[in-house]
């Protein structure tokens, strides 16, 4: 029998994916009516992986997130109003309209930020735990990548050094199976559990939908990195149910495959759950979606109602100032 | 009046770090064998000793992390010091330094600072040849949100790195390695340079000469033989390359009427042009004579002592970048 999660816990995670998904149906309507301008990925289907590891941080944990990193601030404390405001562009955006959805971060919540680098977070990582650990927090800090992430030598890299020093780095490979056309088997040589053995590093891999198994595994993962062991691998096996960007013809996988991994959506397993346990009846998960659906709405709202930018903040924010 | 004694330059950069590290507990240095080794220049020599293996880290052979960690510490409370051994190595690490320490703040809404000080050695005349001779410096001072820094006296590589630890951007300290071993006046007591200030070396009448790191010292000792000559140069270090002092150098050039850029970079796109464009946009019509350039020649650093020697900026050149901008 596996573990089950609390209820409550599990209601509050729920919702939290909940949100993610319907902030990235949002947005495929805002594109589909042209008024997303630039670059957005979306995480429909990763979901789980986020609210499972990211909700058993603490909030000064640091997060160092990708290009598909709604879900993960989302999780981290994320505000929708500023997250749409800054995916429009929008002065109330988190990084007023300058970075957009591959730049959003918020030091505050502990996110160094989405990256437009593939891999280019693994090194900053590397030195938010460093920090901590010279600091003398019991920070951690939860560095996502990709499959295609994998095979950057910034990742060998970190991994390297992150184990040398034994810093407090979990290192969250998100194996979404795809980097934009290139199925993984035609990527990675070897495994990530090899790769993370090859570093010294301990390896543990789950189903990264299910997000009861993401919570327990990532539990005893978190433990062992704040507890000064070091560096810990967790491969998540999950799915990326939309294009890499919006109006990719996705010619690189049938609609069969992408139909078989529908079934194991994250959102409709944590309901399936619900109903198996008796802890929500239909209506009451009808009640919950509607209300973050609401939310969503609202926040699509503010955003789109977000004044422009002034066209002199070009020249703000390039340095800090000078001591 | 500061009492003052002859250091040498790596002696200069290693007091630098040793009194920001004593001065703020934030500030750490790291790098490739920067540690137990001292430096592959010497220049972190005794820091080890003094500081101990946590804040004086010797690192993997891993530029690009190495760089990236250094962001990622500045993001959340620290104020390292990363060392890129020779500049060539950069190219290792530019994703960190060009796309990451760089681009932080901008992209973050300005809800972010990285104060990250990046030391790295450049410099041909070595024989050290094409991989460990480059003058980089402008593959840096396109980027917006770094600070660029290039320090060609031991008072200035201390002063100039204390300044750079202590700002809140990301500033890449350009040191050259055949300066290191060079001496120069230091004062015991505590001082910074400020950054974006030039350094007028030598006032002049005739010619204003704007020359960067050794080709400064290179400049002055051509400048005394064309002085016996009669004619008369001022000689202008910027020590800041991003953001130039253009202050400093357009109230020379009203004076003058005459440039010539020495800069060890290479002809086409090197730090040179860039000083030169400059020039145009500000000066024009302070201008007698078009700006003469002395730069390096558009090809690889050779091996060879004799050719090297042909193809990186030498006191005949400058001589005669002199007499030619005298001609019009
Ligand atoms: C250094 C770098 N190379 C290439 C790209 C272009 N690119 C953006 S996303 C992507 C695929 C990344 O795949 P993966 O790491 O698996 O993440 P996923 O998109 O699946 O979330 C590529 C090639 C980039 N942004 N950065
Ligand atoms: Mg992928």
New interface residues.
Partial sequence: MNRQMDAELLIDHFQTMLRIRFHEEAIKKLFAQGKIGGSTHLCIGQEAIAVGVIGLLKKED?I?STHRGHGHMLAKGGQLKPMLAEILGKND???????GSM?I????LGN??A???VS?G???????????R??KTDQI?VVFFGDGASNE??TH??M??AS?WKLPVLFLFENNHYAVSTEISRSMAGSMAKRAAGYDIPFTEVDGNDVEAVHFAAEEVIDHVRSGNGPFVMQCNTYRMEGHYFGDAMVYRTSAEVEEWRKKDPILHVEQLFRERSILTADEIASLRAGIQAEVDDAVAFAENSSQPALDSIF???????? | MNNTRMISYREAVAEAIAEEMARDPRV?LMGEDVGVHGGAFAASKGLYDKFGP??VRD??I?E???????????????R?IVEIMYMDFMAMAM??IV??AAK????????????LTIRTAFGAGRGNAAQHSQSLESWLILI??L?VVMPSTPYDAKGLLKSAV????PVIVIENKSLYGSTGEVPEDEYVVP?GKAAVRREGRDVTMIATSRMCNLAASAIEKLSAEGIDVELIDPRTLKPLDMETIAQSIAKTHRVVVVNEGHNTGGFSNEISSKIMDHCFFDLDAPVIRVASEDVPIPYNSVLEAEVIPAEKDILAAVKKVMAF
């Fill in positions: 640091y160092v955006g988190y990084c007023k309209g300058k970075g730049h971060a918020s030091i505050e160094l930020g990256n437009g680098i280019g693994l090194p900053i990582a590397v030195g938010s735990a460093l920090s901590a010279m600091r800090t030598g910034n890299e970190s390297n050094l040398l703000s924010d390039v340095y800090s100032e000078w001591q | 750490f946590e804040r690192t993997p891993s690009s992390a190495i760089v990236g960690a250094g962001v990622g510490a500045a993001l959340t409370g620290m390292p994703d960190s796309n990451q932080v703040k901008y992209m973050f809404g300005g809800r972010a600072q990285v104060p917006p949100g600070i202590r700002n809140n951007n950054i």
